[in-house]
């Protein structure tokens, strides 16, 4: 079946850090690149990263560059996501998004996780 | 960064009913512009893509249009599964951006 599998979310206090993992099945992984994309409760979508298929180009939205860090294990078909110096305003779901092409015209996404959820707190 | 504005951010409609969403981008984008639909506790699904695509699998009543600036989703008969919400997303350029999403309620 082909799907993707978030873990990881919890509760953590403002600082802190949390890893999380995205496991991928029934497609060529190694072939897309991959995204992060979050949802702040009862608000939109918000993309977060993107990981080339070779892990050698990733990009991040202004409201996490420094803080978070989008990695790849393609030969365990696992996505990550290194959350570090979390903020309140990071509490959301976590989506992991898989493209539909390796192109820049297919950055689309085209198959999600069911999300994991973040929480920021004291 | 590309700023996109969905319209109506709400809508009120009856089964069988035709129902147009519109997004305008910020600036051009070609059409480099996917629609998806979000179910209450659900991730997102791809319903159309490059502005007028029919992802596999969605069904013919949903449709895109438009290019540069300014694009639309339309449902040509409502049936009782569409009332949700759907969000535009432009992939022209990084970051990547969504519409504030439009929620398509029963009148």
């Known amino acids: 079946e082909v799907q993707l599998l978030e873990s990881g979310g919890g509760l953590v206090q403002p600082g802190g850090s949390l890893r999380l993992s995205c496991a991928a099945s029934?497609?060529?992984?190694?072939?897309?690149?991959m995204s992060w994309a979050r949802q702040a409760p009862g608000k939109g979508l918000e993309w977060v990263s993107v990981i080339s298929p070779g892990h050698d180009i990733t990009y991040y939205a202004d409201s996490v560059k420094g803080r978070f860090t989008i990695s790849r294990d393609n030969s365990q078909n696992t996505l990550y996501l290194q959350m570090d110096s979390l903020r309140v305003e990071d509490t959301a779901i976590y989506y992991c998004a898989k493209h539909l092409g390796a192109t820049a015209t297919t950055r689309y996404f085209d198959l999600w996780g069911r999300g994991t959820l973040v929480s920021v707190s004291s | 960064d590309i700023q996109l504005t969905q319209s109506p951010s709400f809508l009120s409609a009856s089964v069988g009913d035709r129902v147009t969403i519109t997004c305008r981008a910020s600036?051009?984008?070609?059409?480099?512009l996917a629609w998806y639909q979000q179910k209450p506790g659900k991730a997102p699904k791809l319903l159309i893509y490059a502005a007028s695509t029919l992802q596999s699998g969605v069904p013919s009543r949903f449709s895109g249009s438009g290019s540069g600036t300014d694009f639309t989703l339309t449902i040509s008969s409502l049936q009782p599964e569409d009332f949700t919400t759907y969000y535009c997303?432009?992939?022209?350029?990084?970051?990547?951006?969504f519409g504030g999403g439009t929620k398509v309620e029963i009148k």
């Open positions: 029934g497609f060529t992984f190694s072939n897309y690149p």
């Open positions: 600036q051009g984008i070609s059409s480099y």
């Open positions: 997303q432009q992939i022209n350029n990084y970051p990547l951006t």
